[in-house]
């Protein structure tokens, strides 16, 4: 039997260690249970085959694929540790191996590992039977050999640490043996060696031991009491040895599993069966009732299919006389779709800079689904209109990926819901919420409130005067929102932007520097520039016209009459000018502008009053009646002009108007015909005296021209036949003197025109020349100079000098003659002058 046993725990190693080799990317270690927290359990690094480094920028993370986290993660060392002592028997009961299975995920790329630790037992439980004490009644007709199982004593620990010998006090009726099953365990049977005598031995007190394998060995005892009965010659027996059911999870309380039946051929309480659970474990004790009067096994709790997928049943019936009978009863669990998939996240990045390009991982997590075949297949979605998708990865790992630019002015949250659904019937879905954050880049440039501005200021402000406010807006946040303002460079007649206006970088306010004139400049235009604090920064800017509000600061100005005091006006107005004559008119300006420079006039003071009127918009003065010849000859008027501003200016002026006798008949009859027609038969009649006055003028000057210019060729023809005769060259003159007949000497005249203001009268006076054109030629006497007009030599320069002296005087007397004065002042003088020469010139009066 020890041969066989050795031979069965070789061939269970065997098989291990090929299945083993099966599994692919699996790291497998090792724990002894009921080890402190924080115990190694093992080193990945080499099996990663990665550094501390990688480890850690990989966001390696440990996940478990159980409900609770037993192990955790130094990312600093690649430990594995133990984050709670570990109970093997509370967490696998008498499951073997027991396994933990986690996952080491890895990013950047995406690498997922499986890691297996299996919790190794420890001797820490002894073994225990169900009962403290068994009763057998045994008849004493019971043949030699005759076997009574016993109950298997129940070891927490598995391994050599369970169960691995029974033994039996020592007594002359009975022996134990011990067999072992296909799974490992061993359980005993009581054999009968010696024929029971009742009259001998009515009751057996027997003690049966279970001794483990552990070290120390551990022991547990239970009493077995034996009542020798009267002979009872059958045995139970049951229909069937074995019955398989099946049974779908999730199944009500007091659902009819199965019904087991034995029967006894004896009669009375021999033939009365009574049905018992026989070596059964604590988890069949708490799933299923069995009825022992009857046999039924019902569902005492809800069968969950994640937990057992078979239960093995075995039941005892025992007649009224203590003989029984087995049966085993397979109750297979059918799986429903029951469990919801579950949604895993183990790794999260938010917030998320709203320029990460697409493909960005934003999360990872898994989906697990605890079902079996399609009800534990899983699909996995997100929400619609999202600029998300959802990328598979193994082991059903999932990727939350960027598909489409993000834009946090637009929206700066998501909220992502993620619906994991399996393939059972029918289909359970899960949900899980991510809100992934939207961190702000520099990408939007301030806007100003308006495309251009428009601000007005009063003249004469005060410096430091707030103007306006300009404003920009920055769809960014926190420090990409904050805005500065600033003056670009420019100029505002010839000078600097800056020295009229400046701007608050903060608020945008702007501020006049210096007092303004509307007289001067009436508006002017500066740039605002608006720049973010982002990085790089952005900036835009705006136009800003600032226009200059007129004010009444300046008084009307008299144009006429002149009031400076040097050239007192007096205007004359004939007695007999009737109501109504205009005697002047009052012009006057104003340097502001709109309804500021709107002028009126009034008559402030008169030495006649009633006498004279002035018009309120045109300032014409004029007769308000008649003048009579009791009216004073010297008239003063005071005219005020104001304009129409708020408060108004004003200024006066004075005028100083002659009452006279004497005005020509013309223009003082006072016809009974419109006033419109007078004034233009007046026009008419100057213009007639204009052109008449200006005809005799031109033909005067024309006769003049052609009677100078005719005398001028005479006398010019007689000098050159007289003066070519005989005329020295010698030394003292140049041989290339010019010719009078080829052209190369110019003539000179000069005239003067004289017209006097008063009249309209001309005078045209015209001088001709003081010296004729002197030919050059040699003389037979050296020294001999001879001067020809006619029949006149004059010699040397001394004889030009007295000849000039003698002309001067001459046209003196002639130009008085002419003028019939000393000269022509108070007239208008035209004079022309043409050149005559390099030797020649002319002398003006």
Not at 70 to 76: A, E, H, I, N, S
Not at 178 to 190: C, I, N, P, R
Not at 580 to 592: E, F, I, P, S
Not at 792 to 815: C, F, I, K, T, Y
Request: proline letters at 6%.
């Amino acid at each position: 039997m020890e041969i066989h046993h050795n031979n069965r725990q070789a061939w269970s190693f065997f098989l291990y260690l090929c299945m083993c080799g099966a599994i692919c990317d699996s790291f497998r270690y090792s724990v002894p249970e009921e080890k402190k927290s924080g115990s190694l359990v093992a080193n990945v690094l080499k099996d990663l085959k990665v550094d501390v480094k990688e480890l850690v920028n990989r966001r390696a993370r440990l996940v478990s694929k159980s409900t609770k986290q037993y192990f955790q993660l130094d990312p600093q060392s690649g430990n594995v540790l133990l984050k709670d002592k570990i109970d093997r028997e509370v967490l696998c009961g008498q499951k073997d191996p027991c396994v933990l299975l986690s996952e080491i995920a890895l990013e950047n790329p995406l690498q997922v590992r499986r890691i297996e630790v299996e919790i190794v037992d420890v001797n820490d439980n002894s073994p225990q039977f169900p009962k403290e004490e068994y009763l057998f009644e045994i008849p004493e007709q019971v043949p030699v050999n005759t076997r009574f199982p016993l109950e298997t004593a129940r070891d927490s620990d598995k391994g050599e640490n369970a169960v691995q010998n029974y033994t039996l006090s020592p007594n002359d009726h009975f022996m134990l043996d011990v067999q072992s099953h296909s799974d490992g365990t061993k359980h005993a049977e009581l054999v009968l060696q010696k024929q029971l005598d009742r009259e001998e031995n009515a009751e057996l007190f027997l003690i049966l031991s279970a001794v483990d394998g552990g070290t120390p060995k551990r022991t547990g005892t239970a009493q077995i009491i034996v009542k020798v009965l009267d002979n009872n010659d059958n045995f139970p027996q049951f229909g069937d040895s074995l019955y398989k059911v099946k049974l779908e999870e999730n199944t009500p309380r007091g659902t009819l599993v199965t019904k087991v039946e034995a029967t006894d051929r004896d009669f009375g309480s021999y033939g009365d069966i009574t049905y018992s659970f026989n070596q059964v474990s604590d988890t069949v004790l708490r799933s299923f009732n069995l009825n022992k009067h009857t046999g039924e096994l019902t569902v005492a709790e809800t069968i969950d299919y994640e937990e057992d997928i078979n239960y093995a049943i075995k039941i005892k019936a025992t007649d009224g006389g203590g003989l029984s009978a087995y049966c085993k009863v397979i109750v297979e669990v059918e799986d429903r779709n029951d469990n919801a998939p579950e949604v895993t996240l183990t790794s999260l990045t938010s917030p998320l800079p709203e320029d990460s390009p697409p493909d960005t991982v934003v999360a990872l997590f898994s989906v697990t689904d605890q079902d079996s075949e399609d009800n534990g297949r899983t699909g996995c979605t997100t929400g619609t209109n999202l600029p998300f998708m959802l990328k598979a990865a193994e082991n059903n790992y999932y990727q939350l990926v960027t598909q489409q630019p993000l834009d946090r002015e637009r929206v700066s949250e998501y909220n992502i819901t993620i619906t994991a659904t399996d393939w059972g019937s029918p289909r359970l879905t899960s949900t899980r919420i991510i809100t992934v954050q939207i961190s702000d880049v520099n990408d939007n440039s301030p806007v100003f409130e308006k495309s251009r501005y428009e601000m007005p200021i009063q003249e004469n402000n005060i410096p430091g005067l707030l103007i306006g406010l300009v404003h920009a807006d920055d769809l960014d946040t926190e420090q990409n929102a904050k805005v500065t303002y600033s003056l670009l460079p420019g100029k505002v007649s010839d000078q600097p932007v800056s020295s009229y206006v400046s701007i608050n970088s903060e608020t945008g306010n702007l501020y006049a520097i210096r007092s303004l004139d509307y007289e001067q400049i009436k508006d002017f235009q500066v740039t605002v520039r608006a720049v973010d604090s982002g990085s790089p920064p952005l900036s835009s800017k705006v136009m800003v016209r600032v226009v200059v509000m007129d004010e009444n600061d300046n008084a009307p100005f008299i144009l006429y009459p002149l009031q400076n005091g040097t050239s007192p006006s007096n205007d004359l107005v004939p007695r007999g000018a009737e109501a109504g004559y205009l005697v002047t008119k009052v012009v006057a300006v104003d340097r502001d502008s709109g309804q500021n420079s709107w002028l009126s006039y009034e008559l402030l003071k008169a030495t006649e009053p009633g006498l004279f009127g002035v018009g309120a918009q045109n300032g014409e003065v004029k007769t308000m009646r008649p003048i009579n010849k009791r009216d004073t000859f010297k008239q003063k008027l005071i005219i005020g002009v104001r304009d129409n501003g708020s408060p108004p200016q004003s200024t006066s002026a004075t005028l100083s108007i002659l009452l006279v006798d004497g005005f020509s008949d013309p223009y003082m009859k006072i016809v009974d015909i419109p006033k419109e027609e007078v004034v233009q038969e007046e026009d008419r009649n100057l213009t007639m005296y204009l052109v008449i006055c200006l005809a005799v003028i031109s033909f005067i000057f024309l006769v003049s021209v052609l009677v100078f210019i005719a005398i001028k060729i005479q006398k010019r023809r007689k000098f050159i036949e007289s003066s070519a005769l005989n005329f020295p060259v010698g030394p003292n003159f140049p041989e290339n003197c010019g010719d009078a007949d080829a052209g190369s000497l110019s003539r000179a005249y000069n005239y003067e025109v004289c017209l006097a203001g008063g009249s309209l009268n001309s005078e045209f006076r015209f001088l001709r020349p003081l010296f004729p054109v002197f030919s050059v030629e040699p003389a037979q006497n050296p020294g001999v100079q001879r001067i020809s007009t006619g029949s006149q030599e004059v010699p040397g320069h001394a004889a030009e000098g007295q000849l000039m002296n003698q002309a001067r005087g001459a046209v003196s007397e002639d130009s008085a003659a002419r003028s019939g004065g000393p000269g022509c002042a108070g007239n208008q003088a035209i004079t022309a002058n043409a050149n005559i020469g390099q030797n020649d010139w002319l002398s003006y009066q």
